[in-house]
């Protein structure tokens, strides 16, 4: 399993996101599972399945934190950057 904040990230050569290429393997077992009937693939796709949410859960998590960081930062926004653009008709 890779480091959380480079599951986001585009692989060596431009190539997707990990999570994305697994979330497309969990459609296709999906697919197979309900559509096709096959039987032999359940226990992969649960087991799959809840690999996955526990790595979405892990990343939601570390996201909360950097967007609680973030949003110190920016409760610190100087006011006077907001008339920057030359609007002073805003107070």
Do not use: C, I, W
Not at 30 to 43: P, Y
Not at 51 to 61: C, F, K, R, S
């Amino acid at each position: 399993m890779q480091p959380q904040a480079a599951q986001f990230n585009d692989r060596e050569g431009g190539g997707p996101p990990q999570l994305r290429t697994d979330l497309l393997l969990l459609h296709q077992l999906a697919m197979a599972v309900f559509n096709d009937g096959s039987r032999s693939q359940v226990a992969g796709l649960f087991e799959f399945a809840v690999d996955l949410e526990d790595q979405v859960l892990g990343l939601m998590t570390s996201l909360e934190q950097v967007q609680e960081t973030l949003s110190k930062l920016t409760a610190l926004y100087p006011e006077s950057l907001s008339y920057e653009d030359g609007d002073v008709s805003e107070s």
